[in-house]
């Protein structure tokens, strides 16, 4: 059974720097797109970033850009979100989500990914 495991999250200050991990299990992850998902109250979920297999492409959303950066460790069967100079609007629920042979790009929508983790709340705050 394909199952996806995010690390906790946690309240960070604004500027501050955290690293989310997504762990999967029952599934090689080398051989599916991966992608972040947030989702703050009262809005929708929209996409972070996203990794394809073999690293074919990745992508990043535009809040992100020179500050977010996505990785996978293929030997630990784990991909990583490093999260740096946070802001207050960063705060939301972080998922990761999976699909097998996806391009990644800006055209990535929720409803393209079929395994999801449980969340992981992030908080930016003073």
């Known amino acids: 059974q394909l199952q996806l495991v995010e690390s906790e999250g946690g309240l960070v200050q604004p500027g501050g720097s955290l690293r989310l991990s997504c762990a999967a299990s029952?599934?090689?992850?080398?051989?599916?797109?991966i992608a972040w998902f947030r989702q703050a109250p009262g809005k929708e979920r929209e996409g972070v970033s996203c990794i394809s297999k073999s690293d074919r492409s990745t992508y990043l959303a535009d809040p992100g850009k020179g500050r977010f950066t996505i990785s996978r460790d293929n030997a630990k069967n784990t991909v990583y979100l490093q999260m740096n100079s946070l802001k207050p609007e960063d705060t939301a629920v972080y998922y990761c989500?999976?699909?097998?042979?996806?391009?990644?790009?800006?055209?990535?929508?929720?409803?393209?990914?079929?395994?999801w983790g449980q969340g992981t709340q992030v908080t930016v705050s003073s």
């Open positions: 029952g599934f090689s992850l080398d051989e599916y797109a």
């Open positions: 989500a999976a699909v097998w042979d996806y391009y990644c790009s800006a055209y990535m929508m929720p409803s393209d990914f079929g395994s």
